[in-house]
């Protein structure tokens, strides 16, 4: 459906999609952040399912988050940060577009596809990917795992110093 859309992510990054699915599918509610009219931020909860080589955003019929979307495609997903302070798995962002699925034979099978029963006519859309992004702990350091289309994947390490942040070599 789109060139950077899940399937392409996956395809270029295998390991790393697969660690950014796996944090996602630790918990069923995430975050969404859209934009108001105005351009202030709103955050709501939201379920995702990766699904197809998509990554699928749905939402009840008439919801704010979906006007918003509507209006301005641009939207930022953060993981569940899980039951306490210890982050298992990391802490995932995935930056984007939200591109509406509109088109009611796909929407059809859509709702077959999920055995979902949407309410009509429910938004369901699906992610044009502009950023990934996955922070963790390696030993003393904060490693930040860092994808975008144009420029795939590069990895920063950080310690508990002043020293700057340092790029791993393998993905400069």
């Given at each position: 459906m789109t060139t950077n859309n899940w399937?392409?992510?996956?395809?270029?990054?295998?390991?790393?999609?697969?660690a950014v699915r796996a944090r996602f599918a630790a918990f069923p509610?995430?975050?969404?952040?859209?934009?108001?009219?105005?351009?202030?931020?709103?955050?709501?909860?939201?379920n995702v399912e990766?699904?197809?080589?998509?990554?699928?955003?749905?939402?009840m019929a008439g919801s704010l988050k979906a006007?918003?979307?509507?209006r301005?495609?641009?939207?930022?997903?953060?993981?569940?940060?899980?039951?306490?302070d210890a982050m298992a798995g990391g802490d995932v962002r995935i930056s984007g577009r939200a591109i509406e699925l509109l088109d009611p034979p796909e929407?059809?099978?859509?709702?077959?596809?999920?055995?979902?029963?949407?309410?009509?006519?429910?938004?369901?859309?699906h992610a044009e990917l502009t950023e990934v992004v996955h922070v963790g702990i390696d030993g003393e350091e904060l490693v930040v795992r860092t994808w975008t289309?144009?420029?795939?994947?590069?990895?920063?390490?950080?310690?508990n110093d002043d020293e700057p942040p340092r790029e791993d070599v393998?993905?400069?």
């Open positions: 399937a392409a992510f996956e395809k270029q990054e295998p390991e790393f999609a697969a509610h995430h975050v969404l952040a859209t934009l108001r009219k105005d351009g202030s931020p709103r955050l709501t909860g939201l990766f699904r197809g080589g998509e990554l699928w955003l749905g939402m006007r918003d979307l509507q301005d495609p641009r939207f930022a997903l953060h993981s569940n940060p899980g039951p306490d929407l059809h099978r859509y709702a077959e596809e999920t055995q979902a029963e949407h309410p009509s006519p429910a938004h369901v859309f289309p144009q420029r795939g994947l590069h990895t920063f390490r950080r310690g393998e993905d400069a």
